[in-house]
């Protein structure tokens, strides 16, 4: 039961290095986010997902890229890691319109710390 | 422009004392509407959705929050707050229930013993 896992909790960068935080769910949800949240300003898309193969941008984009190469994951990378990029990344989970369940909200994972020096 | 604002940074109350965070959304129709809490080091939790309907929703935890659409308004309230009700509250907005979430900035709860 173990709904939407993020991997890792807390990760801390130099500038200009490059990681990839994980998102697996188990939930067999379509849909798939990646939100950052930050003091003062709640959480903000970055990418997101309507199904297997596909990503869109969301409202912070840049200097992010994400990929979903199999359903139950969805992978934000950072390819040059800048301090403005410090915050917490949370994902997230949904079904889609097709789907049973599809009027419940979205799934949240418990987030990812990610400091970048 | 879809947006939510929660006018309160911050708010501390009494335990026992009774609650009510407030949130406004700007969005062309009525959007789906959300409460949700994060306690410190954790995710999100939904407290309650409005999709359609009787316009008070009943959460968990106690919860409960109020649709005015002549308001623009999804405020949420709590007869009696618990010492662990301290957290932080977003207030969301979508336009269906599995689309793109816009959170509001959050409102910090903070509850004397």
């Known amino acids: 039961n173990a709904g939407v896992t993020q991997t890792p909790k807390f990760r801390v960068l130099k500038t200009g290095q490059s990681m990839t935080l994980l998102c697996a769910q188990d939930?067999?949800?379509?849909?798939m986010y990646w939100y950052r949240q930050d003091p003062g300003m709640g959480l903000r898309l970055i990418h997101y997902s309507v199904g297997e193969g596909t990503t869109a941008k969301g409202e912070v984009p840049d200097g992010y890229n994400v990929s979903r190469l199999k359903k139950q994951n969805f992978l934000l990378g950072l390819e040059s890691a800048a301090p403005s990029q410090t915050s917490v990344y949370f994902c997230?989970?949904?079904?889609?319109?097709?789907?049973?369940?599809?009027?419940?909200?979205?799934?949240f994972g418990d987030g990812t710390r990610l400091s970048i020096l | 422009a879809q947006s939510v604002t929660q006018p309160d940074i911050h708010i501390t109350v009494s335990e026992g004392a009774s609650l009510e965070l407030r949130c406004n959304y700007s969005?062309?129709?009525?959007?789906?509407l959300f409460w949700y809490v994060q306690s410190p080091g954790q995710g999100l939790q939904l407290l309650l959705k409005?999709?359609?309907?009787?316009?008070l929703v009943q959460g968990i935890k106690g919860f409960e929050a109020e649709f005015k659409r002549s308001q623009s308004s999804f405020n949420l309230r709590k007869p009696s707050v618990h010492w662990s009700d301290a957290a932080e509250y977003f207030c969301a907005v979508a336009p269906t229930s599995y689309d793109k979430v816009i959170f509001g900035p959050g409102t910090s709860l903070s509850v004397i013993p």
């Open positions: 939930m067999n949800h379509e849909y």
């Open positions: 409005y999709f359609s309907g009787d316009t």
């Open positions: 997230a989970s949904s079904h889609s319109p097709g789907q049973q369940n599809s009027n419940q909200p979205q799934h």
């Open positions: 969005y062309g129709a009525t959007p789906y």
